[in-house]
């Protein structure tokens, strides 16, 4: 079974940054299109960025001018640059991706999360 497969949490000073990584496990099946979404302790999960096939990208107004979210089709990975981070922005990151191959499409895959932790 295809699985989302992310990297690149940790801990870092408010102002710093991280870049977060969303790989499929296999390459026969292509990440389409991909949401990346966060949820803090005692909130609801929130859609902070998402990107289409062509690389088209929407992001959470807290966040615009900030994070950046791109692919590389290539690897079949999609990543989210995070800069000049701040304490709300601490919260477990999850990746969310549409997978393609050939004709088919399957939806709503979710990666295992990744812990994001901003001191300030």
């Known amino acids: 079974q295809v699985r989302l497969v992310e990297s690149g949490g940790g801990l870092v000073q408010a102002g710093e940054s991280l870049r977060l990584s969303c790989a499929a496990s296999?390459?026969?099946?292509?990440?389409?299109?991909a949401g990346w979404y966060r949820q803090a302790p005692g909130k609801e999960r929130e859609l902070v960025a998402r990107?289409?096939?062509?690389?088209?990208?929407d992001y959470l107004d807290s966040v615009k001018g900030r994070f950046t979210a791109f692919r590389n089709n290539r690897l079949n990975t999609v990543f989210l640059q995070m800069n000049n981070l701040k304490s709300e922005d601490t919260a477990v990151y999850y990746c969310?991706?549409?997978?393609?191959?050939?004709?088919?499409?399957?939806?709503?895959?979710w990666g295992q999360g990744i812990q994001v932790t901003v001191s300030s």
């Open positions: 296999e390459g026969k099946v292509r990440i389409d299109a």
């Open positions: 969310n991706a549409d997978f393609r191959w050939g004709p088919n499409l399957s939806s709503d895959h």
């Open positions: 990107i289409n096939r062509g690389g088209g990208t």
